[in-house]
């Protein structure tokens, strides 16, 4: 069967991502910026102080995992408890503050997660994560950081990007209904091509063979 043009547009976009990390990091140095290299643990902020959340590769799993929450068109987990008072603020008409061990991924080679107060006042503790997904599963870490040295697919700052959301939205862009009201400047991607790329999430063939496998 001839490939349509969705799928060849996300096939493009997905060359692209593998390449510079869509919407994701190609560097992890500069002001925030926490160091990684592969699954290892990403390094804790000596300024945080109280609640603190230092994610590992491990933590960036399969997007069709049920511990993920769909709001608008971002996948929400919270992996300190406080997932009642994330998805308040996620749907809230008003904005908020996300709870401490927030992570949000609008495509699996991206990621930021609210670290504890102090990691970095310019991001508003946010890290921002750019990953590679691979089809065992895991995930790794290729850069991340709360500082402007953090580009994006377009070689634009992550912190750059998010910082054009009207403050009430603590640096997130997207809305509860999938647009983009907040107040950032458009990713130039059709929402079909998004949710495709959530949907062909590397990571999930390896859950969804290990799923089957128990199954008998």
């Known amino acids: 069967m001839k490939p349509s043009l969705r799928q060849h547009r996300a096939a493009a976009f997905a060359a692209c991502a593998a390449l510079l990390g869509p919407a994701g990091c190609s560097s992890s140095s500069g002001p925030g910026a926490s160091p990684s290299s592969g699954d290892a643990s990403v390094a804790a902020d000596t300024g945080v102080v109280g609640e603190d959340f230092v994610p590992t590769a491990a933590d960036f799993d399969c997007l069709q995992d049920s511990e ?33 061990g927030t992570m949000i991924q609008l495509i699996p080679y991206e990621a930021s997660v609210k670290r504890g107060e102090g990691y970095s006042a310019a991001s508003h503790d946010w890290e921002f ?74 990571r999930c063939s390896a859950a969804q063979s290990s799923d089957g496998g128990t199954e008998q």
Do not use: Y
């Open 129 to 202: 994560f750019s990953l590679a997904p691979s089809a065992d599963g895991g995930t790794t870490i290729k850069a991340s950081g709360g500082g402007d040295s953090v580009l994006n697919f377009a070689h634009e700052s992550c912190l750059g990007c998010h910082s054009m959301a009207a403050p009430q939205w603590d640096l997130i862009c997207g809305d509860a209904d999938g647009g983009n009201t907040h107040g950032c400047a458009s990713l130039g991607i059709p929402t079909s091509d998004l949710t495709l790329l959530q949907s062909t999430d590397a």
């Open 68 to 100: 993920w929450t769909t709001v608008g068109l971002s996948r929400f987990k919270n992996m300190n408890g406080h997932t009642t008072e994330m998805l308040a603020v996620a749907s809230s008409p008003d904005g908020g503050v996300m709870p401490v």
